[in-house]
């Protein structure tokens, strides 16, 4: 299934696009997606480490389970004052 990953903050910045497109097999979890956007991007790796994926506006935990009609983010931890 081919699956538009938004991207946002530090991580849009570090793959160079606000969307990356992933090819992953049916029934991939969001631990998957990781690891997929891991070795695609690799300046992704470290901080997909420590971001949220959202999954249909929701929290994800990595063993959610993907479809292709799913919508996908990449949230990195932020910080301000």
Avoid: N
């Avoid at 299934?1 to 938004?6: F, G, H, I, Q």
């Avoid at 990356?20 to 997909?48: F, K, N, Q």
């Avoid at 479809?67 to 949230?75: D, F, K, M, Q």
Wanted: proline letters at 6%; charged letters at 20%; aromatic letters at 2%.
């Amino acid at each position: 299934m081919r699956l538009k990953v938004k991207l946002f903050a530090k991580a849009r910045d570090l793959a160079g696009s606000p969307v990356a497109l992933m090819e992953l097999p049916e029934g991939a979890t969001v631990g998957r997606l990781r690891d997929a956007l891991s070795g695609a991007i690799p300046a992704l790796a470290s901080l997909l480490a420590r971001s949220t994926v959202a999954v249909d506006g929701e929290h994800a935990a990595d063993h959610v389970v993907l479809t292709a009609a799913s919508e996908v983010a990449v949230l990195p931890p932020v910080s301000g004052g």
